[in-house]
């Protein structure tokens, strides 16, 4: 059973910076896509990015050009670097694996999720 593991939330003022960070174990992510969902109080998860095997990433349009999604095969790992946080972006973040189809991320593999507090 795959195992991802999440790190690097935490309580931020708005317009500062956080870098995720995502292990995964009893698997290898060099051949599968990896992703970000979050989900607010009240609110239903929602993608924030996700990045193919080949690179190919896609990001939801509330973050693109805030927020970077990045894989280090070698180390298992995936990261989502957040600037310029706002409020809004206050959430539970999931880190994922799962194929890629077309345009389409799937992941069926889920962390237990990272707290990210951002306030004003």
């Known amino acids: 059973q795959v195992q991802l593991v999440e790190s690097g939330g935490g309580l931020v003022q708005e317009g500062g910076s956080l870098r995720l960070s995502c292990t995964a174990s009893?698997?290898?992510?060099?051949?599968?896509?990896l992703g970000w969902h979050r989900q607010a109080p009240g609110k239903q998860r929602e993608l924030v990015a996700a990045i193919s095997s080949s690179g190919y990433t896609k990001y939801a349009d509330s973050v693109k050009g805030r927020f970077t999604i990045s894989r280090d095969n070698a180390k298992n790992t995936v990261y989502l670097q957040m600037n310029s946080l706002k409020p809004q972006d206050t959430a539970v973040y999931y880190c994922n694996t799962g194929p890629y189809r077309g345009t389409d991320y799937y992941p069926n593999f889920w962390g237990q999720g990272t707290q990210v507090t951002v306030f004003s």
């Open positions: 009893r698997t290898t992510i060099s051949s599968t896509a």
